[in-house]
């Protein structure tokens, strides 16, 4: 989602414009920017997931029309996965520190932040147009689930990352 910075820069009135020439004031705003640009990426991001889970329900109807039940409970597992993954990076941290926080959070840390979540809009597209091929009627869903499950969670697992980038150590 490239750009995101510069509509943002646009979108300011004359008072931002002026508040900036405040010493101090810019690399404020600064960062709250890059936050917020931050927080629409990740927003996106949750969007692309999410339209999963509507391909994914569609298919588990297809099943039960064809009656290959044994595969709606791995369906259903699978966007338990996947919803969890989405709500970790829709509601993630966005890289604020207090004043009196012991971990502080600078500028570059955002940037990189951006620069993670970015990565990860890629991933989720990826993962969106792997589910947008699966059928009820492929001979290799069994194994295709397994796949998807798999990429979930090297998903889930690459986005545990993103707080060694803010804290510089991990949980």
């Not at 991001?45 to 569609?58: G, N, W, Y």
């Not at 009656?67 to 509601?91: E, S, W, Y």
């Not at 600078?106 to 091929?133: C, H, P, R, T, Y």
């Not at 798999?150 to 990352?161: C, K, N, P, Q, T």
Request: aromatic share 8%.
């Amino acid at each position: 989602m490239a750009g995101i910075d510069d509509r943002i820069e646009e979108s300011k009135n004359w008072f931002e414009r002026l508040m900036e020439h405040i010493p101090g004031y810019r690399g404020y705003k600064e960062k709250e920017v890059a936050r917020e640009a931050d927080k629409i990426e990740r927003t996106y991001v949750a969007e692309r997931i999410d339209s999963c889970l509507a391909r994914l329900d569609d298919l588990k109807l297809d099943l039960v029309k064809a009656g290959k039940l044994q595969q709606v409970g791995d369906i259903d597992v699978t966007m338990r996965k996947v919803r969890k993954v989405r709500d970790r990076i829709q509601f993630a941290d966005y890289g604020y520190a207090g004043m009196f926080d012991a971990t502080k959070v600078g500028a570059d840390q955002i940037n990189q932040l951006k620069a993670f979540d970015s990565e990860l809009e890629v991933e989720a597209g990826s993962i969106s147009d792997f589910v947008a091929a699966l059928g009820a009627d492929s001979p290799s869903l069994a194994s295709d689930i397994k796949l998807l499950d798999d990429r979930i969670e090297a998903l889930d697992g690459r986005f545990s990352m993103r707080e060694t980038l803010i804290t510089g150590a991990g949980r």
